[in-house]
């Protein structure tokens, strides 16, 4: 048994060391014959590194199916051992971390309901005191960078060495596109403060839907994320919970052959003196942008003082208003999405009434 331990702990530092770590498996395990079958057909795609499956389901609403519980850790454990895979489940709680490393589990994850809580993520931690395992941490579910970070390093202080992010999406109201609104500019912003650190997509959770899984699994890749959760089921309109996301093991697998696999660098000299051309391009004409918002301001600073000799309120909202539909309408003729042209716009007023507010309470 120890001898099968170092090979399976060996074998899972290899897929952690992977590029692209593939993991997949239903959202939830609900028979011993459905965990091991979508296990099984799986492993014969050759493509999936990770089987995972939730155990526990932290459900918004009482009365949904909240996951079959410990004895699932069993049929997982099971799996392992028909296909060789590793495994992971979600984890919330002592008792969680527990259970399911008494099980041999494999990886472990916190999920975004519970990043979002630092008691949580700190019993979790403190469950995991003197364990070498790895874990990979969802983005809480209101995009909120300081709450990832924070449950990033209680799992850090709490000595575990391989720790991995998962981008889920965030919840965001009105929003109908997605189920959880990718804000790709977050993760990418938590890859610039953890370089070294694994991030994966779970396009499952943004999509919502198995329409849009392709199409997101490819900006990830395009964005440089080091792979996927992808939930899979042997029967996915009939999935105990969110079946609308779900695939079969061999849709999976035309999928993953259909995404474009990209790396993050090359060394061929004819890309590399092009980029570095292009991107001095960009340089200066950032430069360029920064010295326009600045000469921007300083007029905004002169309107400050007419109103302060006024008493002119700062806010024009007619003024506003008329300036952000013509940014749209002129915008839209150049290629620039009225999403970026509004938070730009709104970025900019917010520095101008700021620039106006010193000066007129000065």
């Known amino acids: 048994m120890q001898t099968e331990n170092k090979t399976m702990k060996q074998l899972m530092q290899e897929k952690w060391t992977k590029r692209p770590l593939i993991i997949s498996g239903p959202c939830s395990a609900e028979t011993e014959e459905q965990v091991i079958e979508t296990a099984t057909r799986l492993a014969k795609t050759g493509k999936v590194d990770v089987l995972r499956a939730g155990i526990w389901k932290p459900r918004t609403k009482p009365g ?6 410990a004895k699932g850790l069993s049929w997982m454990a099971q799996a392992k051992k028909i296909t060789g895979m590793p495994t992971t489940v979600e984890v919330a709680t002592a008792k969680h971390v527990e259970d399911a490393l008494h099980f041999d589990t494999d990886m472990l994850w916190i999920g975004a309901r519970t990043t979002v809580n630092p008691f949580s993520v700190q019993e979790v931690a403190d469950a995991l005191r ?3 395992v790895p874990v990979l941490i969802k983005n809480p579910i209101n995009p909120d960078l300081e709450l990832w970070t924070g449950a990033i390093e209680r799992i850090q202080k709490a000595g575990i060495k391989q720790v991995g992010m998962i981008h889920r999406g965030f919840s965001n109201y009105g929003n109908t596109e997605y189920r959880n609104a990718p804000m790709w500019h977050l993760p990418i912003e938590m890859k610039r403060r953890f370089p070294e650190m694994i991030l994966i997509c779970d396009p499952s959770h943004i999509c919502g839907n198995r329409t849009n899984l392709q199409s997101i699994s490819q900006k990830s890749i395009d964005l440089d994320f080091d792979g996927v959760m992808i939930e899979s089921h042997i029967d996915p309109d009939n ?4 079946a609308k996301q779900q695939i079969t093991p061999e849709r999976l697998s035309e999928m993953l052959d259909a995404l474009i696999w990209r790396s993050e660098a090359t060394d061929k000299q004819e890309f590399i003196t092009a980029l570095a051309t292009l991107r001095e391009q960009i340089n200066h004409v950032d430069d360029e942008l920064l010295a326009l918002i600045a ?17 002119i309120t700062i806010l024009q909202t007619n003024r506003w208003n008329d300036i952000l539909q013509k940014a749209i309408n002129k915008g839209d003729k150049l290629g620039l999405s ?5 938070k730009y716009f709104d970025a900019v007023h917010l520095e101008s009434i700021n620039h106006q507010n010193k000066v007129m309470n000065s």
Do not use: C, H
């Open 64 to 69: 949904l199916f909240e996951g079959i519980g």
């Open 130 to 132: 003197g364990v070498d």
């Open 239 to 242: 999935a105990w919970s969110d």
């Open 295 to 311: 000469q921007r301001m300083k007029i905004a600073d002169k309107i400050g003082e007419y109103k302060r000799a006024n008493n």
């Open 338 to 342: 009225q999403d970026f042209i509004t």
